[in-house]
Each structure stands twice: as C-alpha cells, then as structure tokens.
C-alpha cells in the first residue's frame, strides 16, 4: 500500500534538491485517498461528475507527455487523474493530455478554473478541499489538513474584517514607519559613545535609510559603523505582528518593539554571549516589571528585546511622540544598567577602522541571511 511507503518516500524526496511541494502533497493525498473514505465524500461535496468507486490508486503514471501524479482506477475501466499543483491552476492544455478516452481531469491548486473540455472536470482549490465538512476525521486527513497548510497551498480565505483591516492598516503602517523613522534619529545619538556611532543612513553613498517589512515587523533601523564587518548588527524599533511562538500582547493589536539584533552565527555575537558582565547585567535588564516585556536571548538573533503592545498608542494627542518616548526610555535603561557600555565594547575595536566606503545595506535582501526572529 502506498500509506505503506509514505514515509519512506518521504524521505526519499528530502534528499533530492529539486523536490517539489507537490510531491509531498501526492504521497499525502494517495495515503488518505488508500487508507479512507475521503473520496465519497470529495464526489458529494464538490458534486464532481465522476464515479465514486471501488478504486485503486496509483502514482505517476506515465502517458505520452510526461506523467500524471495521481490516478484512480475503477471497476468498470474509468478513470480519474487527479493533477496536483503547489501554484496556480494548470491550464486547458496541459490537463487535455491526460484527457484519453474513458479518463476524467480534476485538478488541485491554489487557484479555481474551469474548462471547456468535458474531459476535464475543472480545478479545486486546495483550501476548499481541506475545508471538507468531516465531523469526526481520521488521523490521516488531519495530517494531510496540517500538510497543506505547511506547504502554503491552503491560503485561508479573506473574510471582511481582513479586507477592512488591510485597507485601514495601510496609511497607519505608512504613518507609524515615519514615527519609527524619527525614533531612529533621536536612537542614533543615544546610543553612539565610548568611540562607536550609529547611523540611520549610509553617508557615503546614497544617504538611503534601511527600512525593513519582513519577519513579522515593520522597522526602521540604527546600525554601528562600518556596516560591512556586522551586516544586519544593530537596534531597530517598529511595529511587531506576532507569531504562534510569540503572540503580541493585546490580541488583534501588534507590538512596538526594540531589539538589539546581531547575526548569532558571528565572532560578534560569540563575544557578546560570553560577556559574563554584560549578561548579568542584561538578565537583571529583563527581570524588570511594568507593562513592557524585556527579554535577553544570547544565542538568538534578537539579543535584546523589549515590546510593548500599541494600545499606548490609542488615545494620545501624540501618539508619534508616545512611540519615540517610549524607544528612547528602553535605550536609556540600556544605559543605567550598563549594558549598552558592555556592547558598545565589543564594536569599538572595528568602529576604530572605518572603510571610506561603507556598505549600503538598503540595497541588501535581509530576508537572504536572517532567520525570523
């Protein structure tokens, strides 16, 4: 049975640099299609002109022009191939071809289409598929469910509040990435000392500031010279939207949030983790209470951290002012406690040889080299 073999297959495909999403997805569907009555209830929902069974399943098949992925076979000598695809859905040509006398087309993609052939069926969305009304589902389709979704095919759909929000959020991330851009300048000066400076721009070449959208944040950034030894080393303060492992403070508001961030794969940060003084000091830093959450990870790339939710935001005359004010107040802690003297220690024997020409991180793709903090 090919619920068999799925691990083993699995497996097989992990090693192979050119795997694709929708092999995984085929062995899945063939599981569940094998071990369940998924099928049945696939035909009634989506009213699919199609026979219902006894069937076997089969992987791909080859036909004239390639393979398909999966095929049913019936009793009575039809068939069903199903064509799995991670993207959008294929078009009419590439279905016909599997389209041979007495063997249907469905296909399975992140987009619906519909076509004119009678041979093939049309293309289902792998979203509606997982949404399939199953009271009680068998392990096997939950995996699958759970499969879909960590491919990415099965987008959860856009309800009203979603799309009123994104309208809403648009001008109000423009408007707080200013304010955060602000904070970066008032930063900058607070942060430089003991013969370390940070900037906002580059100011040898384009005089551009980085700005990042990415990982869940929306920040602006204040880095120490020279940008080329410690790429992505810096403090950047913004908006922080959530993730499962670290949901944001007040549910459907993001964060603000400050991190000290440097890439923990580097001499710099190795030195900094085993700064016995300054993690004392930053453990102390993170015990503190109020609304604010601290947090020193050492060997993360947010060393650093401090987030507050947005709702300090709401009812302010100044709102902007609020959001740099806060910034500047955990810099300033940094500063009581000693921690920033501590890193700016371990930056100031490469601060003391700047290259004439820096590096222009805004022209640099941080999403190449950073893991999601």
């Not at 949404?131 to 856009?158: E, I, K, N, S, Y």
């Not at 408007?175 to 300048?185: C, F, L, N, P, Y």
């Not at 987030?307 to 302010?316: E, H, M």
């Not at 709102?319 to 100031?348: F, M, N, Q, Y």
């Amino acid at each position: 049975m090919l619920a068999e073999r799925l691990l083993a297959r699995a497996w097989v495909r992990s090693q192979s640099i050119s795997t694709q999403p929708e092999g995984f997805l085929e062995d899945g569907l063939a599981m569940v299609l094998e071990t369940t009555d998924l099928w049945p209830r696939l035909v009634t929902h989506f009213r699919w002109p199609v026979p219902v069974g006894p069937f076997l399943v089969s992987t791909q098949d080859r036909v004239s022009d390639g393979r398909s992925d999966l095929r049913l076979r019936f009793a009575d000598g039809r068939q069903v191939v199903l064509e799995l695809k991670a993207g959008a859905a294929p078009d009419a040509t590439q279905l016909r071809k599997y389209a041979e006398p007495g063997v249907q087309v469905i296909g399975l993609a992140t987009t619906h289409r519909r076509y004119t052939s009678p041979d093939v069926v049309g293309t289902t969305t792998w979203a509606d598929l997982v949404r399939l009304p199953w009271p009680t589902p068998p392990l096997a389709w939950r995996q699958f469910a759970h499969l879909a979704h960590a491919v990415g095919v099965a987008v959860p759909p856009v309800d009203v509040a979603a799309l009123v929000g994104l309208h809403a959020a648009y001008d109000a991330q423009s408007t707080i990435s200013q304010w955060a851009e602000a904070a970066t300048d008032r930063l900058a000066t607070l942060l430089s000392g003991d013969g370390v400076r940070f900037v906002v721009k580059n100011d040898v070449k384009r005089a551009r500031r980085f700005t990042e959208r990415a990982h869940r944040r929306d920040v602006a950034w204040v880095w120490p010279l020279p940008w080329k030894q410690h790429p992505f080393a810096g403090v950047h303060v913004g908006l922080f939207f959530g993730h499962p492992g670290v949901p944001v403070l007040v549910a459907g508001l993001p964060d603000i949030r400050i991190c000290w961030q440097c890439n923990p794969i580097t001499d710099l940060s190795r030195t900094i983790t085993n700064d016995e003084l300054l993690a004392e000091r930053a453990r102390e830093w993170a015990t503190r209470e109020g609304d604010t959450v601290r947090a020193w990870e050492p060997t993360g790339w947010t060393q650093l951290a401090a987030r507050t939710s947005s709702a300090i935001l709401l009812g302010k005359k100044e709102p902007g002012k609020t959001l740099i004010d806060w910034s500047e107040s955990i810099v300033e802690e940094w500063t009581e406690t000693g921690v920033l003297r501590r890193l700016r220690a371990h930056l100031l024997p490469v601060a003391a040889v700047q290259p004439e020409d820096d590096a222009d991180p805004s022209g640099t793709d941080p999403a190449q080299i950073e893991t999601p903090a």
